[in-house]
């Protein structure tokens, strides 16, 4: 066992994340959907769009909500383009590939890849080392 405990702040946190994260695939879902369906836009196209919205957005949530601190921004923009790709290309192999409904790929993508997401965030742009106290 790790001798390290996790804290309720760290718990309250990662709530905290988790939740950013859940408003931001609703928005992307939304968007994505109304510009496939409405205005007759690929797929893809619309989710690249979605995620460069829901990028906005996240940085946004985290630093004012999720770490409460602004955070390292270039390293964001590195992890949002980061994990953006590797969902993007995940969505496209279970939507176009292995033919699954894309919104349906959308969400389940979303959530294998928020583990790795979460981690990126926690360690590169909102380190602790950057994170001095949580009033700000």
């Excluded at 996790?6 to 905290?16: A, G, I, M, N, Q």
């Excluded at 989710?47 to 829901?54: H, K, M, W």
């Excluded at 770490?67 to 995940?90: T, Y």
Aim: no cysteine.
């Amino acid at each position: 066992m790790n001798p390290k405990t996790v804290s309720l702040t760290e718990l309250f946190r990662y709530l905290k994340f988790l939740i950013g994260g859940g408003l931001s695939l609703l928005f992307g879902l939304g968007i994505t959907y109304a510009l496939t369906e409405v205005l007759g836009l690929w797929h893809m196209f619309s989710l690249a769009v979605a995620i460069g919205i829901e990028a906005i957005f996240l940085f946004l949530y985290h630093s004012v909500i999720t770490f409460r601190k602004k955070g390292r921004f270039w390293l964001f923009v590195f992890v949002v383009l980061f994990i953006s790709d590797l969902n993007w290309i995940l969505v496209y192999v279970a939507s176009v590939n292995w033919n699954f409904n894309y919104l349906l790929s959308i969400v389940v993508v979303a959530g294998m890849v928020s583990v790795l997401n979460f981690g990126m965030n926690r360690w590169l742009v909102f380190s602790r080392g950057n994170h001095k106290s949580n009033s700000s």
